[in-house]
């Protein structure tokens, strides 16, 4: 899929991000590159409007939205990891947009490995040696959403919900959201009680 938006601007954040978390997870961030620590509770998204043209990327650990991270190996199991896939493919039933911005999902990529998706290269923290870290991989599974979504009046989208992400999952404690739009870049850290993210 191309990525208009996400690629450039939040290639910065992520060393923002890491620094701020320095502190806290000295040793992780550093075995790991720039991104922070997996952390269960704590999703990430990235949110970018350019024009008519907004995107979504979304990344949690699994545990946060199907409760596991093992792969799937039960009926219950997989049952579980397609209900969350089936809920992943509405984003715009996740994602709270103003009706009035009147925004149409053009393009989605849906990656995990309980997918059944190999981890890609730069999958994790950008780096292409992935090889040492294949056992931490599976051991600490994510999901992956990009969405891209054409809007025929983005100027009435001033804010995106996150309260119906919150609820599909609840195990979802924290959302940290980086945001770029017509008035410049932002971060946020979203909760359950502060769902609500303005652009």
């Known amino acids: 899929m191309r990525r208009l938006l996400l690629a450039l601007p939040f290639a910065l954040l992520p060393l923002a991000v890491a620094q701020a978390h320095e ?3 000295h040793d992780h961030d550093h075995a790991h590159g720039t991104l922070p620590a ?10 970018g409007l350019d024009g008519n043209t ?14 596991f991270e093992h792969m799937p190996g039960s009926d219950a199991d997989k049952a579980k990891v397609e209900a ?27 990656e995990s490995p309980l997918f059944g998706d190999e981890p890609s ?10 090889d040492h870290d294949h056992a931490h991989e599976h051991q600490h599974s994510e999901i992956h959403a990009h969405y891209q979504l054409t809007c025929a009046a983005p100027a009435k989208l001033t804010q995106i919900d996150l ?33 609500v993210v303005a652009f």
């Open 23 to 25: 502190d806290h997870d």
């Open 121 to 130: 290269a730069k999958d994790d923290d950008g780096d292409d040696d992935h």
């Open 84 to 110: 969350v896939r089936k809920q992943l493919e509405q984003p715009l039933k996740l994602f709270g947009l103003a009706s009035a911005a009147g925004c149409k999902e053009d393009q989605q990529e849906l």
């Open 54 to 67: 907004l995107e979504l990327a979304l990344e949690s650990p699994a545990m946060n939205l199907v409760g």
């Open 163 to 195: 309260s119906p992400l919150y609820k599909a999952y609840p195990q979802t404690q924290k959302i940290n959201v980086q945001l770029v739009g017509p008035n410049g870049q932002k971060g946020f850290e979203s909760t359950p009680a502060k769902a």
């Open 38 to 47: 997996h952390e269960h509770g704590v999703a990430r998204l990235n949110v």
